[in-house]
Each structure stands twice: as structure tokens, then as C-alpha cells.
């Protein structure tokens, strides 16, 4: 089965419980510099007023930028899930990956490997939720079919995301 | 660990059940702990648990890097150094024990027992036992934090109903969310807001700041002056009363004290609402007449936005007022009675906690810290107003505090924190029991190692009638003891006359459950709270018949209770006092010290650096027009000064703030805003400090 972690945008308030759940799934040890795989904010537009809250990691992008980027195969779509998985063991650490994601997403640990969110993959394995789905109180991130579109666009991080990295190409 | 940390054989990874009591007994959250070879490895709320239904929230989510935060206490220390300055040697349990009971024993002799204090902070849920360890000793020197938390309210409604009180939000018409933001603060109750608004339940916020409750689910907004709650719900209850929408027929039946509050109400019209608290009187008008039209509503009850002012409690009488008046207090889809079952929660039924916290109560001893400062506060809790404390002892009399034994004792909650840390060093003989070596601690000459829910075993109620005992999940980390052990240790070895607190916190449940048809063993057997057996819902309305518990058995808009006692100098009504500013010229912006974010709980969460990533530095939150005209942008540092001091922090300008107010959040030991804020600025009424309406001025620095 193919998924994607779609954010309702409309139900964030970027609480970080995502991101700290997250944190605890993957043994995020922040003294060793690296980031988070999460990451939640507020964005005021200042001309607006407009107030949005946001929780992002890796888009799992269709075309993953990162994956077409990584001159060491350690990058690559899971065809089985859809989500963009990587395996260190192949890593270079030459941060190709980092420069082609529009969103930010790898990190680099002090063994100066990428790493980044891997959906849980695991946890999905075994009929889990992702971390930060399973944290969620609101409701806001969502474990969805990849072929499935429940929140509406203009409420959908997945769908503002795909806009924004087609615009970029 | 295993990949993914998936629970089973396999990887050795057992999930057990706990509770989180990183915040209040009133949450108390369910803990799905996963556990490997004895170690704490991943935490997820419990799916069905009544509290929580299976969601955490990002401070509850922090459990295991809280558990083994790098700062923990693993032995009882001595002090070595300066106090203060955290020099500490490590000593036995037997040692620790010895010495603080001979100087507990020895102090009694000496000065008497109302010169040792006991105090609570954080957690709670050994306070009845704590309590009656004071009473047993022979001190109504018994204080806690909560003497800046919920209290407030709880003695506004004590004054008012004689009662705790609850909401019926499942079956309202109309929910007042006043000073609620449930995102960041209570998570659970978004849900039932939701749920509300499903089934046609209208809502209205009142809040000065835009939040993500105000934008997504507010039917109506308004947005009072900090510290101005009281002149707007007299300025609603002008119009309601001019309307005639209230319940004259409930008010003749039930009500004491309404001409005498209607003649009062007279002069707050919606313009001079509008005049002291900045809502238009037009939105006055719209939210007495929601109120009208709904027909139903409740208030949500406030631990700290409303109280937390100079006139803060009556501001909390002011706007349950609005309820009395309109025939909504012990009525379906209103307020309803909540009487405590358990750790100041309403369960659904009763135990035996009161009355063994009470039956040790020394009455003939000499009354408490802040009982002549704060006689209201005296009068309906009977213990130490806390906020007293450090006055009482930096007088240096006949009557000060000359020993100081502290569960969890957080200094920073304190209004102008830096006296009391003066004041610990006058203090003989201080012991502190934490789970961190805090600021706190290091002032103290013993220090003794706490643990946390997840290391011990516990009794819990939640509301709809369920009850549970848990089990340690881990070994208490090093030579680390739960609460209650200590306070039994301490007993035994002092040989106080007390078979109950010598037997141990088991034995104590016991007794506080005898009534209940379920036993401590059944309890502690059930992987999650179970429903105690005989539970009926409550029949609305029925205390209501049978008389308050008030003087006059009514619901007191005019408190007989304080009319009886001109002597303290408090007003019978609901009145209104605008927050006290000595010179608005130097003093020209209102400061909310302690506003909630999410991922902080007082001071410790600070430590824990999942949670502190979130938001890494203090910040002010300024409007945008402020932070123009005063040509400050994002991250400028700014300077926040008060008649105590000055404290320079992060600006951060947001459309979420009205002009005139700035918010900081509190605790952080490197920019602590409670140090500059005045220590005399309290609540003549309740004791609580004015940290969300004090005075300041503002500027780049």
C-alpha cells in the first residue's frame, strides 16, 4: 500500500507534539547537532494578518528531487509504500540531497550521514501509525492512501507542497 | 533498540501502563510506556484511557527524556557550599533521614511548630498525606503552589455556592471559553468544543489575543484589557438585567444578594464596559444576547488567566455571576456542582480524602502564614497563603519561619522571586525533594531524590467514575524514592502517633477508599482506570434544593461571609478594580507573565531539550504596531521594565497581541520575568500574585 503524511492545515496549531513524538520515536540526540526530522511554525503575514500553523518534514515527494540528486544510491522511492527511504550505509555525506530539496528535509549527523524522516516505515510495517500521526491531537496530520485527496486543497500541506515543487523545476 | 521500536517478542519491547503527572491531577493523562531491559525507550498516550483517549500532548510526549533528564538526583545530598552556589556531597538514606527528622523534632522543641513550614510544589499527588504530616506535627504552616493556581476560582465559587464547580459542556447551549486556549493548555477539550459546535453548541472566547481557539472556533471573540475581565462581565450582566433576560423566578428561589448586585451593575453600561476594558459596547450587546438566546451556558472554570490580577477573584465572581442571574448554576447544560473526590477532582463519587487530611488538623496551633494578610484566604483553606512566606520570614520575628521542609519547591513561582531566595538564607534547617537539582534545591541543606509516576505506583480517579492503581513501569532511577515513601521514611523515624501515615501510602488509600466497592488489590490488578461499581450520575439540581452550602443556603451574589467580617476590608459584592499601574506615564504597557505555550509547564520542561527546541530563547510577543512604532523587528532585543527591575528579552511582533500588551512566558532561570515582577501585588482577596496584568515599560535596547 502507498501512503503519503498529509497536514490539514486548517487543524494545526503547531503545538510540536508531532515533532516530539517524532523526536522520541527516532532518538533525535539534539546535542550532537542535529535536527530535528519535524519541524512546526507560525506564519503571520504581516500585509494580511493571515496566521498559519505548519508542521513539516519530508514531503515524500512523487519525484523526489533528493532521490534524482543522490549520485550514491543511497536515496530511493520504496515502491511498495511510495515513501522516499534511504540506506546510510551508502551515503557519501555530500549533502547533494540537502541542495535539492525545496523543503529541507535531510540532516546530517555527526558521522556526517543524511538522514531525515522515513515515514516510520517500520511502524507502518507492522500496521502503526507514523510517530507524529499517532501524536496528533487534533487531528491534523494524517496517515493517507497516496491515491487519496480527503482534505481539501487549499487546506492540504501535500498539495501546496507538489504545487511548490512543480514551480520549482 | 529494535528497528522501529515495535512492541512483541521479537524485539523485547513490553508496553505497560502509567500516568504522565508532568502538569496537574486534573490531567493526569494515561502513559503507554515502552519498555526494553528495564529502560524507558518510547512514550504514547494510552488508546483508552478516559482522560486522554490515547493523545499526549507536546509537553506529555517529553516523559522519557524528563525521566532521565541529565540533572536528576540519584542520592540525598548534603550541602557543602554556599547555599545556592550547588555544592553537594552524597549521603545515605539512613543519614538523610536521621538528620532531618532530629531537626524537625528539635525545631518543635525549640521555636514551636508553626515556625516549620511545609510546602508543596510540584507534583501533587502526595499532597493529603503531606498535609496531614504537617497537621501531625502540630503546623498550619501547610502551603502549596496552589496558592497561585486555581484556588482563585475555587474560592470565588466557595463564596458564591459554597462548592467546586464544573461545566456541563456535553449538553450546553452556549460555552464561555473565558481566558481559554485549549491548544496549548487542557488539549482535550478542543475535542468536546467540536463536538459542541457538531450538535449547534455555540461559543465565545474572551481572550485579548488571537489564538488558534479564538480563530478556528469562536462564534464571537472579544478581547478585554488584561486584568479587565470583572467590568466586562458586569458591563453583559447590565444588559441582561436591563433586558429582564434573567430568571427572576430562579433568582427569588435561589438567589441572595440580587438587588443589592442589580444596584451595583447599574453603572457598568456596554460604553463604560467599553471605557475600562477596550470591547466595543456593541459586542458587550451581542454577548448578552448570545447568552440570552442560547437559553444554557457554562463558564469554563480558570486555574490562572482570571485569578492571576489584583482583583482577580472578584473578576472570577463578576462573571459566575452571569450565571447566577440567568438561572444556570446547578442546571442542565450550566455549572454544575463538582465536589472533590480525589486530588481537588470531581470523580463522580466520594472518598475519605478531606476528612483524612482534616481529622489531623491543629486547630489550637497558631494560625497559618498570610492569615492575618489574607483572612478570606484563611478563612476557606485553612492553610499557609504561600505568597506570605517570604514576608513572614525576612521579618525575622518571634513568628517567622525558621525551617522549611519542601516537596518539589519551585522558587521561581514566586513574585519577585530573588527576596525568597534572600530569604532562604535565613532560614536554620531547609530540605527540598525534588527529581532535579533545580535552582530551588541548591538553597536547600538536604536534598532528597524524588522519583516520577512512571517509577511508582499510585491511585487515580478520573470523572465519569473510574478509578485506578497504578504500577511502576521502572526501577526508581539510582536511590530515588516516590514522595509518599519519604513522608512514611520521615514518620516512622520521627515516631509520630499516626498508624496510618507509619504504614505507608498503601495503607493510606486504604483507608481513603474504605467506602468504595472496589479494593486496592482489584484496582491495581486493571491494566487501565475501571469503572467503580455503583457510580449514579449526578441529579441536577439537587443540592440546589436542598440549600447551598453558603450562610444563607443560597447562591451569594452579596457574601454574607464577608459582610460578617468588615474587619478585612473587602467588598461583599463582585466589585471591580481596574489593575493597579502607579504611573502610567513610565509605566505605559500591561505585561502577562506566564501565558501558556506548549511546550512548557513552569520551569521544568526548560531542561528538557526535545521540549526547549521548540522555542529555544524567551521571547516578548508585542503587536505589530507597538513593535513599529517603537522600531522594533523580529529578534531585536528588548527591554522590559517594571518598578522592580529590567530583564531584556527576544522581540517577537505578532498580529495576535493588541497594542499596550506584552507577553512573556516564565521560569527560565537565565531570563526569569517573575524576578522584576512587584512581590506585594497580590490579590487582597485570594492571596495570587497580578503576574498577567502587572506594568511595564518597553523599549529597543
Known amino acids: 500500500m502507498a501512503w503519503k503524511i498529509e497536514l490539514d492545515i486548517s487543524r494545526c496549531c503547531a503545538c510540536g507534539a508531532c515533532a516530539i513524538a517524532c523526536m522520541d520515536q527516532n532518538d533525535i540526540d539534539l546535542s550532537t547537532g542535529v535536527r530535528p526530522y519535524r519541524t512546526v511554525f507560525r506564519e503571520e503575514t504581516r500585509r494580511t494578518g493571515e496566521i498559519r500553523y505548519y508542521s513539516m518534514a519530508c514531503m515524500h515527494c512523487d519525484n523526489a528531487p533528493c532521490v534524482t540528486a543522490c549520485p550514491s544510491g543511497c536515496l530511493y522511492k520504496d515502491p511498495e509504500t511510495g515513501l522516499t527511504l534511504y540506506n546510510t550505509q551508502y551515503c557519501i555525506g555530500c549533502h547533494s540531497c540537502a541542495m535539492a530539496c525545496p523543503f529541507g528535509a535531510p540532516t546530517f549527523g555527526p558521522d556526517g550521514k543524511m538522514r531525515k524522516c522515513d515515514g516510520c516505515i517500520d511502524r507502518l510495517r507492522a500496521g502503526l501509525e507514523p510517530a507524529c500521526v499517532r501524536s496528533c491531537t487534533f487531528g491534523a496530520l494524517q496517515l493517507v492512501k497516496a491515491d487519496e485527496d480527503p482534505v481539501p486543497p487549499e487546506h492540504s500541506l501535500v498539495a501546496q507542497c507538489r504545487e511548490l515543487a512543480e514551480s520549482q523545476k | ?701
Request: with cysteine.
Open chain 2, 1 to 701: 533498540y529494535s528497528k522501529g521500536k515495535i512492541p512483541g517478542a521479537e524485539s523485547g519491547i513490553e508496553i505497560r501502563h502509567s500516568v504522565c503527572d508532568i502538569c496537574t491531577p486534573g490531567m493526569h493523562c494515561g502513559l503507554d510506556v515502552y519498555v526494553k531491559d528495564g529502560k524507558v525507550i518510547k512514550v504514547e498516550g494510552t488508546p483508552d484511557h478516559p482522560q486522554n483517549k490515547g493523545k499526549l500532548c507536546t509537553k506529555g510526549l517529553g516523559n522519557r527524556q524528563y525521566l532521565y533528564r541529565e540533572d536528576r538526583i540519584l542520592t540525598p545530598l548534603r550541602r557543602m557550599g554556599e547555599r545556592g552556589e550547588g555544592k553537594f556531597e552524597p549521603i545515605s538514606w539512613d543519614e538523610a533521614i536521621d538528620t532531618i527528622a532530629e531537626k524537625l523534632l528539635s525545631a518543635r522543641e525549640e521555636y514551636g511548630a508553626h515556625r516549620v513550614a511545609f510546602y508543596s510544589g510540584y507534583s501533587k499527588w502526595y499532597r493529603f498525606m503531606f498535609r496531614r504530616f504537617a497537621g501531625d506535627y502540630g503546623s498550619q504552616n501547610y502551603g502549596t503552589e496552589s496558592s497561585s493556581c486555581f484556588t482563585s476560582g475555587l474560592m470565588a465559587w466557595q463564596l458564591t455556592s459554597g462548592y467546586a464547580m464544573r461545566t456541563d459542556l456535553g449538553k450546553t447551549n452556549l460555552f464561555i471559553g473565558w481566558g481559554a486556549n485549549s491548544y496549548f493548555s487542557r488539549y482535550p477539550m478542543i475535542g468536546s468544543m467540536e463536538n459542541g459546535k457538531k450538535r449547534g453548541m455555540k461559543i465565545l472566547i474572551i481572550d485579548p489575543r488571537i489564538t488558534p481557539t479564538t480563530r478556528r472556533l469562536a462564534d464571537l471573540h472579544l478581547r478585554p484589557h488584561l486584568g479587565t475581565d470583572g467590568a466586562l462581565a458586569l458591563a453583559i450582566a447590565h444588559v441582561l438585567i436591563e433586558n429582564d433576560w434573567i430568571d427572576r423566578a430562579y433568582i427569588d428561589r435561589y438567589v441572595h444578594g440580587f438587588e443589592e448586585y442589580a444596584a451595583y451593575v447599574r453603572e457598568f453600561t456596554p460604553e463604560k464596559g467599553e471605557e475600562l476594558t477596550g470591547v466595543p459596547a456593541e459586542q458587550i450587546r451581542q454577548a448578552a444576547a448570545m447568552i440570552h438566546e442560547a437559553g444554557s451556558f457554562c463558564i469554563n472554570e480558570s486555574s490562572a488567566p482570571i485569578g492571576h490580577h489584583l482583583n482577580g477573584l472578584q473578576n472570577y465572581r463578576a462573571m459566575m455571576a452571569l450565571l447566577v442571574i440567568t438561572g444556570n448554576v446547578d442546571r442542565a447544560g450550566g455549572q454544575l456542582p463538582g465536589p472533590h473526590t480525589y486530588m481537588e477532582r470531581y470523580c463522580g463519587f466520594e472518598t475519605r480524602e478531606e476528612h483524612f487530611m482534616e481529622e489531623r488538623y491543629p486547630h489550637d496551633a497558631p494560625k497559618a502564614v498570610g492569615a492575618g494578610r489574607f483572612p478570606l484566604w484563611y478563612d476557606l483553606r485553612h492553610d499557609m497563603q504561600a505568597n506570605d512566606l517570604t514576608d513572614n520570614i525576612l521579618r525575622q520575628d518571634e513568628n517567622s519561619v525558621k525551617v522549611l521542609f519542601a516537596l518539589g519547591m519551585n522558587y521561581r513561582m514566586f513574585p519577585q522571586d530573588g527576596r525568597l531566595a534572600e530569604a532562604f538564607g535565613k532560614l536554620d534547617f531547609f530540605v527540598d525533594v525534588d527529581l532535579f537539582l533545580t535552582d530551588t534545591a541548591k538553597y536547600a541543606d538536604i536534598v532528597l531524590p524524588a522519583c516520577t509516576s512512571m517509577e511508582r505506583g499510585e491511585f487515580k480517579c478520573y470523572p465519569g467514575g473510574y478509578a485506578w492503581y497504578t504500577n511502576p513501569v521502572v526501577e526508581p532511577l539510582g536511590e530515588s524514592k516516590s514522595d509518599c515513601e519519604i513522608l512514611t521514611l520521615l514518620a516512622r523515624r520521627m515516631k509520630m502517633d499516626d498508624e496510618l501515615l507509619c504504614a505507608g501510602y498503601e495503607a493510606c488509600i486504604k483507608y481513603i477508599i474504605q467506602d468504595l466497592p472496589i479494593t486496592v488489590e482489584e484496582l491495581r490488578a486493571a491494566e487501565g482506570p475501571i469503572k467503580v461499581p455503583g457510580v449514579t450520575p449526578y441529579e441536577v439540581g439537587s443540592i440546589l434544593e436542598r440549600g447551598v452550602n453558603t450562610p444563607t443556603g443560597k447562591l451569594e451574589l452579596y457574601s454574607e461571609r464577608i459582610a460578617a467580617h468588615p474587619e478585612w476590608g473587602l467588598d461583599a459584592l463582585p466589585t471591580y478594580r481596574p489593575p493597579y499601574n502607579p504611573d502610567p506615564e513610565q509605566y505605559p504597557f500591561l505585561l502577562c507573565a506566564g501565558t501558556r505555550i506548549p511546550n512548557a509547564l513552569h520551569s521544568r520542561l526548560h531542561d528538557v531539550p526535545w521540549e526547549r527546541s521548540l522555542l529555544p530563547d524567551p521571547v516578548v510577543e508585542m503587536s505589530m504596531e507597538d513593535a513599529e512604532r517603537l522600531g522594533i523587528e523580529l529578534g531585536d532585543p528588548v527591554e522590559i521594565t517594571t518598578s522592580v527591575g529590567s530583564l531584556t528579552f527576544q522581540a517577537l511582533p505578532t498580529a495576535t497581541v493588541q497594542p499596550g500588551e506584552v507577553y512573556i512566558y516564565h521560569g527560565y532561570r537565565e531570563l526569569d520575568i517573575n524576578s522584576i515582577l512587584d512581590g506585594a501585588a497580590l490579590d487582597p482577596y485570594s492571596g495570587f500574585p497580578a503576574y498577567r496584568s502587572a506594568c511595564c515599560n518597553v523599549r529597543r535596547k
